[in-house]
């Protein structure tokens, strides 16, 4: 079943999945994109709209959410497949230690005017470059 909302951006389908859609054409995923130090893209996962990233291990990207009835916390792949991470504490946000450096030109955000880059530290300690939208509010 899907369900409308909305904000600043306007309408947005909302439902509940067993794996993030990478090519349905109304249920579009917020990417995340990382890239290497030629900005190339190197791997990409699909995240709920405005889904706050909370840690990188390996391929696995975690976020949290905290809308439409539905909270928690979840891990993906590149290939959508989710995992719920129920019973830990609440991560720290990915947000709070990454450092904003110039976006390239990435093919994933060609039509976006809200791409921001960062490099953040990934569960292992190694520095990683990851792209994703900006909210548009």
């Given amino acids: 079943m899907v369900e409308w909302g909305e904000d600043g951006c306007g309408a947005y389908p909302v439902a509940r999945v067993d794996a993030i859609p990478l090519r349905d054409a109304w249920l579009r995923p917020d990417w995340v994109v990382e890239f290497d130090d030629k900005d190339r893209e190197i791997q990409r996962w699909g995240r709920p709209m405005a889904a706050e990233l909370t840690g990188l291990d390996g391929a696995r990207l975690g976020f949290r959410v905290d809308a439409h009835g539905q909270r928690g916390e979840f891990a993906t792949t590149p290939d959508g497949a989710l995992q719920a991470l129920p019973g830990q504490a609440a991560s720290a946000s990915l947000y709070a230690s990454a450092r904003q450096i110039e976006c390239p030109a990435l093919?994933?955000?060609?039509?976006?005017?809200?791409?921001?880059?960062?490099?953040v530290k990934d569960a292992a300690g190694g520095e990683r470059r990851l792209a994703w939208e900006a909210p548009c509010t």
């Fill in 107 to 119: 093919p994933t955000f060609a039509e976006s005017d809200y791409v921001q880059c960062f490099v």
